[in-house]
């Protein structure tokens, strides 16, 4: 009877050290330990710090490269409705911080000014943190509108009307927009054919303009 109570006792010890160290190896292989937790936050934190300015670069760029497109959007749309058309297409460019760009089909009424007679084509909207001006360039003046207003003119034979020059149909219209960190964009429209030019401003001392993309101020 002795030797059945010893063996007895024997087994349930082995089974509840058994028992003990199968908790500590499951529990090892679901946690974590304070030294690898730290590791983990130390990973995360440099990760973080390489991605937030990429993100920020990233986000600059398409900001302003959105508001870029819109508008080379408005000059090619202009210039195809005036061909297919036969009519006279008016893009109007305000300056200033969220404005609206607006083209219309002159009637003819009041040439080159836009009135509840017209039928708006497209308006496209700036961004509040981007401001729209006209080219400084003496050479890529807009089109005089009327009461001082500037903008592009898209002639039934497709001829552009951009340079502020008569007879209107050579040269560049340009406008810039200037956005977060001082970041300075050109669009010129070749009078004529129509085409676009996009160019960004030199952030070096020199600070002229360059069809290189390349000098993002963040």
Request: glycine share 12%; charged share 20%.
């Amino acid at each position: 009877m002795g030797n059945h109570v010893q063996e007895y006792v024997f087994r349930g010890r082995r089974h509840g050290t058994d028992r003990c160290v199968g908790r500590a190896a499951r529990s090892r292989e679901l946690g974590f330990t304070l030294m690898e937790a730290l590791v983990v936050v130390a990973i995360l934190g440099i990760v973080l710090a390489v991605a937030i300015p990429n993100m920020q670069r990233a986000r600059v760029r398409a900001h302003m490269l959105e508001q870029v497109r819109s508008l080379k959007q408005a000059a090619a749309l202009g210039r195809i409705y005036a061909i297919r058309n036969g009519s006279t297409v008016v893009l109007g460019v305000p300056e200033g911080s969220g404005v609206t760009v607006t083209m219309w089909v002159d009637n003819g009424a009041t040439p080159l000014v836009y009135d509840d007679g017209e039928m708006v084509l497209e308006r496209w909207r700036i961004a509040d943190d981007v401001s729209l001006a006209e080219a400084t360039d003496a050479t890529r003046r807009l089109r005089p509108l009327s009461a001082g207003a500037k903008g592009i003119v898209f002639r039934a034979d497709g001829v552009v009307e951009s340079n502020v020059t008569p007879p209107h149909d050579s040269g560049y219209g340009a406008v810039e927009l200037t956005g977060p960190f001082g970041n300075d964009l050109r669009i010129s429209v070749l009078g004529g054919p129509g085409t676009t030019v996009v160019e960004m401003k030199d952030a070096s001392a020199s600070g002229g303009w360059t069809t290189d993309m390349k000098y993002w101020r963040y």
